[in-house]
């Protein structure tokens, strides 16, 4: 992307058609980024519309006084390209019932001071020029804002020559979680990682 200029903004400040647009037509449309946050029977039951309005609610996209918010979306020289979900882990109910973040660890699910960044969707005709890094950084800088202590990820990692599917790593890669300074702290199976960052709140 030389020569471009990338923010990255809540989710809140960014306009609902904005958020949209990154979805486009494919997979995150359908998603709406609900999947992870109701955990797979509830997903499944759930229309499209109702999806969508559960985020919409969530991010109250186009009001940036909200108190809050859910997620953070980016802009590449003002065009709407990417979206990161990023809220504390305790959370995303899909979360709960997958060994990946606990497995071999003494975590606990509860604690609202470990956030996560659970996907990322990069806008069709803008994937492949480094987007999510730029989004995993500001992620962090966000959640540390609002007094995280940790943040995880928990990346894909294909195996070598597999052909792996946007819908797949929409999770990320290790190398984006890597370069926005992320640490591996457990490999719980044979695809997925969880990287993390500790936060200096001094």
């Known amino acids: 992307m030389p020569g471009s200029e990338v923010s990255v ?41 109702e999806r969508a309005h559960r985020l919409r609610a969530e991010t109250d996209c186009g009001n940036p006084e909200a108190d809050g918010t859910t997620g953070m979306v980016a802009y590449l020289d003002g065009v709407p390209v990417g979206w990161v979900a990023v ?22 699910p509860d604690d609202p001071d470990v956030w996560a960044i659970v996907c990322f969707a990069i806008r069709p005709g803008y994937r492949g020029q480094g987007l999510t890094r730029p989004l995993a950084e500001a992620a962090v800088e966000y959640a540390r804002a609002r007094g995280a202590k940790a943040v995880e990820g928990y990346p894909m990692i294909p195996h070598p020559g597999q052909t792996v599917s946007w819908g797949e790593m929409n999770v990320g890669s290790r190398n984006t979680f890597v370069a926005a300074g992320f640490h591996q702290v457990s490999h719980p199976t044979t695809r997925r990682v969880v990287m993390r960052i500790d936060l200096d709140q001094r």
């Open 87 to 108: 809220e504390p882990r305790a959370g995303y109910r899909r979360l709960r019932g997958s060994p990946v973040p606990w497995a071999g660890r003494a975590e606990d």
């Open 9 to 49: 903004v809540p989710a809140n400040e960014a306009s609902w058609d904005d958020l949209q647009a990154v979805f486009g037509r494919g997979a995150a449309a359908r998603c709406q980024c609900r999947r992870i946050k109701l955990g797979d029977r509830d997903w499944y039951a759930m229309p499209v519309e």
